[in-house]
């Protein structure tokens, strides 16, 4: 099986959060207790969960006289190089795989970790992905569907997507059809990019800053982190050795 890729099109996202609840339907996660919070925002809930892998983020900004809304579907990047997988490894943890036929980064459900162990992956992730389960001790996350693109079936959430905006295929032919898209964009929005398409496997595309769409909507040094997990990793031995001389 090839290398797979996501492409996100957020701008013909309608938030219609088809892709939130077929992925909750499909990996049957619980609901979660949601509130109107604020008027004119709809997301629910209000951010990832252990049983909330796939959100619609809304952010709506006022620019001049005009009113603007922002689609996210938040969901885990799949990285090429992944730091929190790295950063688990490094404490000594086999909490978090990657297939190496699909490139799909897997947390382990059956594997607990301790909540200090968890604040140092999620902190390697530049996307703040990984949530943890207090009660079952184990960490969660998008899983790529796995289970569905290993028996020939699309994602729970591109199969469901309306607008088009999902989809998921062969590497290759995802960034070609995310290049294709932004060029075809830049002459109506000059601001138009994928983010960090080099190092990830759920490409978006956006039409304006990143940062109006979410705050971590893109990595600023995803290759810093890596290498941050990589040092832990090779510290981690030393100052357990050095503990063990007393």
Not at 231 to 242: E, F, G, V
Request: proline share 5%; glycine share 4%; aromatic share 8%.
């Amino acid at each position: 099986m090839a290398d797979k890729s996501f492409f996100v099109d957020t701008s013909i996202c309608s938030a219609c959060r088809g892709c939130q609840v077929a992925c909750k339907q499909w990996n049957k996660n619980k609901a979660e207790v949601t509130t109107q919070r604020n008027w004119g925002n709809y997301q629910n809930p209000p951010d990832l969960t252990p049983n909330t892998f796939k959100l619609v983020r809304f952010n709506e900004l006022e620019e001049g006289n005009t009113v603007k809304w922002y689609f996210f579907p938040d969901q885990c990047r799949h990285c090429i190089d992944a730091p929190c997988m790295e950063m688990a490894r490094g404490l000594g943890s086999k909490a978090i795989s990657q297939d190496a036929a699909t490139g799909a980064v897997l947390f382990n459900p059956k594997i607990k970790v301790s909540k200090a162990d968890f604040e140092e992956i999620r902190s390697a992730c530049p996307y703040d992905i990984p949530r943890w389960n207090e009660k079952a001790k184990t960490m969660a996350k998008c899983t790529m569907c796995f289970d569905r693109i290993t028996s020939g079936l699309q994602p729970a959430c591109v199969k469901t997507c309306p607008s088009g905006a999902m989809n998921f295929g062969d590497r290759e032919k995802m960034l070609a059809l995310a290049n294709k898209r932004v060029k075809e964009l830049k002459t109506r929005h000059p601001k138009a990019q994928l983010l960090n398409a080099d190092s990830v496997r759920t490409i978006f595309l956006v039409v304006d800053d990143p940062q109006k769409y979410h705050k971590f909507a893109a990595a600023n040094d995803i290759f810093g982190v890596t290498r941050l997990a990589a040092i832990k990793k090779m510290i981690r031995p030393l100052t357990n050795l050095a503990n063990w001389l007393g």
